[in-house]
T-cell receptor, first 115, second 116 residues
Framework: DTAVSQTPKYLVTQMGNDKSIKCEQNLGHDTMYWYKQDSKKFLKIMFS???????INETVPNRFSPKSPDKAHLNLHINSLELGDSAVYFC??????????????FGPGTRLTVL | DQQVKQNSPSLSVQEGRISILNCDYT??????FLWYKKYPAEGPTFLIS?????DKNEDGRFTVFLNKSAKHLSLHIVPSQPGDSAVYFCAAAAGAGGTSYGKLTFGQGTILTVHP
């Protein structure tokens, strides 16, 4: 029944490792997003995909690579993890166009801790 | 450069009274504004929105007011209930007609606590 789901919920790893976070939505939306919530609690957009095509790519290190195998999935792969990558990562989805873009549905978040 | 700011980290209100959460923005290109509510260990949930062509939008107990000249918006919750206790995020977008492509700029949130 979960509309937007993320796995894993918690991720603890060592510096230098590579990890992935998966996101799936069953709302029939065609646009998906990744946000990062840092220690100051600001939610900042990282990427957005519409129908598997990248449409927003904020200033994010290229160690972060999103992958969208289909419009219901948007995964986030992070290479060579650094301490500063520790944060909560939220996936979200929305429908295409107009104000509906902005009314986004969020997953529960993945808390990443890099040691 | 924080384009959306919520200057009150927390707000405490008695049940039944009004809660007023405030948000300021600096980017004149913003033309669509939203409030999201977040419970612990959950993702944000969309609450209410307002386009810059309006100055007020109401949905049940929730009303959002927009003052474009002051670049200020507020969320009023009347009457407040203990279940409203959560973190409230203000967000803004430039291009309500779709040109924003869903790029939201969020404030840092205000923790609302409603006491029984």
């Amino acid at each position: 029944d979960t509309a937007v789901s993320q796995t894993p919920k918690y991720l603890v790893t060592q510096m230098g490792n590579d990890k992935s976070i998966k996101c799936e939505q069953n709302l029939g939306h065609d646009t998906m997003y990744w946000y990062k919530q840092d220690s100051k609690k600001f939610l900042k957009i990282m990427f957005s995909y519409n129908n598997k095509e990248l449409i927003i790519n904020e200033t994010v290190p290229n160690r972060f690579s999103p992958k969208s195998p289909d419009k219901a999935h948007l995964n986030l792969h992070i290479n060579s993890l650094e301490l500063g990558d520790s944060a909560v990562y939220f996936c979200a989805s929305s429908t295409f166009g107009g104000a509906a873009y902005n009314e986004q549905f969020f997953g529960p978040g993945t808390r990443l801790t890099v040691l | 450069d924080q384009q959306v700011k919520q200057n009150s980290p927390s707000l405490s209100v008695q049940e039944g009274r009004i809660s007023i959460l405030n948000c300021d923005y600096t980017n004149s290109m913003f033309d669509y504004f939203l409030w999201y509510k977040k419970y612990p260990a959950e993702g944000p949930t969309f609450l209410i929105s307002i386009s810059s062509i309006k100055d007020k939008n109401e949905d049940g107990r929730f009303t959002v007011f927009l003052n474009k000249s002051a670049k200020h918006l507020s969320l009023h919750i009347v009457p407040s209930q203990p279940g409203d206790s959560a973190v409230y995020f203000c967000a803004a977008a430039a291009g309500a007609g779709g040109t924003s492509y869903g790029k939201l700029t969020f404030g840092q949130g205000t923790i609302l606590t409603v006491h029984p």
